[in-house]
């Protein structure tokens, strides 16, 4: 039986709905880093929880929960992060408008344009992890459109405003997506630090979304902090990365995907025992990222401006 409304609100929280997205800005903008965290929306509103076939805890499966929080100390260092609040489930920032499913979506939809798509994971998902379906039957294009509208229209909005902001001002932008991966995901993938799975994915598309002197810098960092990393395996970057990443015109994208074994009980979908011990050695890596672009000084320096 579905949960009700008051006992996903508990779970989850209740944003502001007057805007499809969150912005923590931070006191002083001294880099030209943006963050964005587009699958760490964490609010499931009533009406979709009605309408799925599955339990809330199946449906969290989906997000890549509390990455917004693991990040959200780049404000101290100067930087900007864009994190979403309609959960992945409900609807893909990580997709194109068009990725449309024509197996979910009841009106016309051109066949799949990519993979993603045919297997069930467009803009507005078909499944949740393991290939289980949400819905009982299909979706009207209509309120697919208005989903569109509602919730990656604006979020893409804002992060276009956000990367020009920072490139205006440093005449070179970096974008860095922040994501997580199933612990299952990294089974025979080596990190380069040691043996063992990687922890940290880097994609740049294979080399095309941003410069190689950033990427090496960013590996760096999270090597120099003792984490295992891998580049474009299994995981290169999805729209976000495709679309923003354009190192000949100033803007580069990254994506970063970190193992939720790290720190999420992946069960309860809850922060597990881990979760401040990685907050606190990324903030070292983090710090490094926003200093790339622009100059990114300490929480001391950016208070006492």
């Known amino acids: 039986m579905p949960k009700r409304a008051s006992e996903v609100t508990r779970q989850t929280g209740r944003p502001d709905l007057s805007t499809s997205f969150r912005v923590a800005a931070p006191p002083s903008l001294v880099s030209g880093v943006v963050f964005s965290s587009p699958h760490s929306g964490r609010f499931y509103l009533p009406e979709f929880i009605e309408r799925s076939r599955l339990e809330l805890q199946a449906l969290r499966a989906s997000e890549d929960a509390f990455v917004d929080e693991l990040f959200a100390q780049v404000i101290e260092f100067g930087a900007p992060l864009i994190s979403a609040v309609a959960p992945r489930a409900y609807i893909d920032l990580n997709r194109a408008p068009g990725d449309l ?65 920072a490139r ?102 809850e922060p597990g025992d881990g979760f401040n011990a990685l907050r606190a050695a990324l903030r070292p890596v983090i710090q490094q990222i926003c200093g790339l672009i622009g100059g990114a000084q300490s929480p001391e320096a950016l208070a006492a401006e």
């Not at 979910?104 to 939809?109: A, M, N, Q």
């Not at 697919?144 to 979020?155: D, G, L, M, Q, T």
């Not at 970063?256 to 720190?263: H, V």
Request: proline share 7%; charged share 20%; glycine share 10%.
């Open 101 to 165: 499913d024509p197996v979910l979506i009841d009106g016309p939809v051109a066949r799949p344009a990519n993979a993603r798509v045919a297997a069930g994971l467009g803009v507005i998902p078909r499944i949740v992890a393991e290939g289980v379906p949400i819905y009982h039957g299909r979706l009207a294009i209509a309120e697919a459109k208005h989903r569109i509208r509602e919730w990656p229209a604006p979020y893409h909005r804002e992060l276009v405003a956000m990367i020009l902001r």
């Open 168 to 269: 205006r001002r440093y005449r070179r932008a970096l974008l860095i997506d922040c994501h997580s991966m199933p612990s299952a995901a990294m089974v025979g993938v080596g990190g380069s630090a040691s043996s063992g799975p990687a922890e940290i994915v880097l994609g740049d598309r294979f080399g095309a979304s941003a410069d190689a002197d950033l990427v090496d810098a960013i590996e760096a960092a999270f090597l120099n902090a003792g984490f295992r990393v891998t580049r474009n395996a299994p995981f290169a970057g999805g729209y976000i990365t495709e679309r923003y990443g354009r190192p000949s015109a100033g803007v580069s994208a990254v994506q970063i995907e970190i193992d939720r074994g790290l720190y999420l009980d992946q069960f309860r979908v």
